[in-house]
């Protein structure tokens, strides 16, 4: 029964010396150059299927990782230090007036121990914690935005303060410890 239902769906694919076609009523397509189509030929070898999806996405990465070499090659200030997780940072990020205006700009230093990094592309970030006020702030900065002008490294290995090795890519225990071990802001006192 399957066998006969499978003998009239390719009955009505009609193979000529020029192309073949599959009549959908009144239209018909190319079997050929339809990527979509599950079509397997009796004779040779099957095609493979080339799935539109998975092509979106390889053309997708591939724009990702061009455009994440540019913006690395123009900007040495950012991504020309080696930024590890327990290095104390200091980052020079625009807060008021964009990156084109030709009016005033507001550029605030941002301090504070990196407690990790994110490698995803163009949306790669630094996750810094530092002490203000008695209380604990936590940012995650992404590092391909154009706010971000330089990052400098003000201490490496802050947190062990250079008596051992920092051996975790997510330092989130500091977290529970006193607020003091992440200052890196001194307070001014008058």
Not at 119 to 135: P, Q, S
Request: hydrophobic residues 35%; proline residues 5%.
């Amino acid at each position: 029964m399957i066998r006969s239902g499978l003998e009239k769906c390719f009955s009505k694919l009609t193979l000529g010396t020029t192309a073949r076609f599959m009549s959908t009523g009144a239209n018909s397509i190319d079997v050929q150059n339809a990527p979509f189509l599950h079509y397997r030929p009796r004779k040779g070898k099957n095609p493979k299927f080339k799935s539109p999806r998975k092509r979106a996405s390889k053309l997708f990465h591939e724009l990702n990782r061009e455009s994440c070499e540019k913006i690395k090659k123009s900007k040495p200030a950012v991504f020309g230090v080696g930024v590890d997780p327990g290095d104390a940072i200091e980052i020079e990020m625009i807060t008021k007036g964009g990156v084109n205006t030709k009016n005033e700009r507001h550029i605030e230093r941002v301090r504070g121990v990196v407690l990790g990094k994110g490698n995803r592309g163009l949306d790669t970030w630094f996750h810094i914690r530092d002490v203000l006020f008695g209380l604990p702030v936590e940012r995650r900065i992404a590092i391909f935005s154009p706010l971000i002008k330089s990052v400098k490294i003000l201490e490496k290995n802050f947190v062990y303060k250079g008596k051992r090795k920092v051996k975790r890519a997510k330092l989130y225990f500091l977290r529970d410890r006193n607020p003091a071990v992440c200052r890196v802001t001194q307070s001014k006192r008058k």
